[in-house]
């Protein structure tokens, strides 16, 4: 199947500082990408869709100027979480499509998981 | 706006029995997909199933099968001969209208030697 990269793994900050997570499809061009946040114990939240060359739609109660988004190539999406706080620690992953449409499965990355101090 | 709701927040199974994970869920387009991932302690989303709105058959991948009643809106995962290496937080989606998939809750499966 199609393989979703995500770097880094496990990420550590000071409060206050900026943090960049990377989204890459490594065998197929996403369009589309989708990242999620998930909290201990919960679900998968739907934080934003990423749009290839064109700005993120966000879901509502989701901070854009918080949670930067930028797919600037069909293989790459970004996170950045700005200004980040104890608050935003959390395991966050990125997902993708191959093609448009359902096509059975949505490819994940293997999260990455924030520690904010 | 699409909603999935998993009301089983944990189940346990003796290993090699089957157990149904029970998913339900609601939605105005007639166009959507179901889906079951399953999480291991390690994080990663594994894929299980698949079921179209318009697939007449119930969907099967091996072990897993997805109960799919239209009528009742559920879509609930069968697991047929449950393996130590089954105990995992199971999640129930929906994919329908703007192509987002929103999750249910989950079910924490315990398998029990």
Known sequence: ?117 | AQKITQTQPGMFVQEKEAVTLDCTYDTSDPSYGLFWYKQPSSGEMIFLIYQGSYDQQNATEGRYSLNFQKARKSANLVISASQLGDSAMYFCAIEAGGFKTIFGAGTRLFVKA
């Open chain 1, 1 to 117: 199947g199609a393989v979703v990269s995500q770097h880094p793994s496990w990420v550590i900050c000071k409060s206050g500082t900026s943090v960049k997570i990377e989204c890459r499809s490594l065998d197929f061009q996403a369009t589309t990408m989708f990242w999620y946040r998930q909290f201990p114990k919960q679900s998968l939240m739907l934080m934003a869709t990423s749009n290839e060359g064109s700005k993120a739609t966000y879901e509502q109660g989701v901070e854009k100027d918080k949670f930067l988004i930028n797919h600037a190539s069909l293989t790459l999406s970004t996170l950045t979480v700005t200004s980040a706080h104890p608050e935003d620690s959390s395991f966050y992953i990125c997902s993708a499509r191959s093609t448009g449409g359902f096509t059975g499965e949505l490819f994940f990355g293997e999260g990455s998981r924030l520690t904010v101090l």
